[in-house]
Structures are given as C-alpha cells and as structure tokens.
T-cell receptor, first 114, second 114 residues
C-alpha cells in the first residue's frame, strides 16, 4: 500500500504571497490531519478533516485553511505569508472514527518564506 | 486537560548502550499511546502503539515500551542503540472522543556517539 504523499516537498515563497500544499492519504484512510513543525514551537496541530468536514482545529489564525475532497485528498492553504510561517508542514492520515489516532505521516513540505 | 510531557529535551548515548526515553501523560481514562520517530528532514514514523492488553509492547527497530498506569508513563526502551537510531522521538496520546484526537509531546532528541 502506498504511503502518505505530500507535494511539493520544498517551496520558497515571498512574504505576502499565498501557498497551497497538497496531501494524498493512504488508500482507505478518511481522516487527514495537518501539523506545523518548527524548531521553536515543536509539532503543532493545525486541523483535521474527515469525510470532507473539518472536525477539529488548532489555535492558528484564519490565514491557515484547508479542505478535503471526496477522494480524501486534502489541501492546506496559507494566505498572506509571514516570515514566521517558515516551517515543515506535515500531513498525517488515519482510518478515522474512534481508532484512537494511529496516524501515518507523509514526508512533509518544507516551506521557506523570504 | 490532556497533556504529554517528555522530561528530556536531549539525550546522548554511546553506540551499544541501552536507552530509555521517558514519557508521562495526563488523561482521565486509559489512553491510546504511541511513540514516533523522526529522522532529520523527514516525517514521523510510528514505532509502536499501546491500545490495551499486555502493558509491554514491542515495536519496530528493536524498540519496546511499557505502559505503567500508576505512574501515567509510557517509557521507550532499547537494549542496544545503533548509530542509525539518532533522531527525534515523540510520545503521543490518543484521546477517545467522537473523533481522533492526538496530543504530541515536545520530543526528545537522541544523539549517538560512535
């Protein structure tokens, strides 16, 4: 079974621009979660989608948004980029429901904002 | 509120030595427990998980962890560390709600001296 894939792997953007990151979960997985990882803040939860609905959301500004498609693929969008948005963005998929959260992670997208 | 602590920010061990990484959690019921490993620039890989039953669980790469309810701990161990084990290790708690909710600890960075 193919793992979680994320595209692109690396991205350089300028402050004020917007960016869209993509995540394809493991086949059969219906839940997709997004995390931001930085050296200073560690791993921070952004949001989780299940069957095209956002079920859970972390404490991030509205500039961070996401969506999930009917095939469970998910996109994350960040508008009006700030220097502090430079981070590794990780996507994780799971079966969903009440499985207790066994998640499988993609390799991440490294976003650099200049 | 649920939380996960990993008391050791960074640990250095010699190759061939034994390893124990500590994890404590705060949760009112018996949680699902996970250990993940992250190599530099990569996503997180699931090492092992505890859902119920035997409190000593075996994982990949020769790792094991023991759930101790009385101490609210889930420490990760390996009898003999290899240089390739150098990485960041995250303990996580899966909270049983109507949806998947996973709380990650801050991580422990492991260095291995040849």
């Amino acid at each position: 079974k193919a793992g979680v894939t994320q595209t692109p792997r690396y991205l350089i953007k300028t402050r004020g621009q917007q960016v869209t990151l993509s995540c394809s979960p493991i086949s059969g997985h219906r839940s997709v979660s997004w995390y931001q990882q930085t050296p200073g803040q560690g791993l921070q939860f952004l949001f989780e989608y299940f069957s095209e609905t956002q079920r859970n959301k972390g404490n991030f500004p509205g500039r961070f948004s996401g969506r999930q498609f009917s095939n469970s693929r998910s996109e994350m969008n960040v508008s009006t980029l700030e220097l502090g948005d430079s981070a590794l963005y990780l996507c994780a998929s799971s079966l969903g429901g009440t499985t207790g959260g066994e998640q499988y992670f993609g390799p991440g997208t490294r976003l650099t904002v200049t | 509120a649920q939380s996960v602590t990993q008391p050791d920010i960074h640990i250095t061990v010699s190759e061939g030595a034994s390893l124990e990484l500590r994890c404590n959690y705060s949760y009112g019921a018996t949680p699902y427990l996970f250990w993940y490993v992250q190599s530099p620039g990569q996503g997180l890989q699931l090492l092992l998980k505890y859902f119920s039953g035997d409190t000593l669980v075996q994982g990949i790469k020769g790792f094991e962890a023991e759930f101790k309810r009385s101490q609210s701990s889930f420490n990760l161990r390996k009898p003999s560390v290899h240089w390739s084990d150098a990485a960041e290790y995250f303990c996580a708690v899966g909270v049983k709600t109507s949806y998947d909710k996973v709380i990650f600890g801050p991580g422990t960075s492991l260095s291995v001296i040849p």
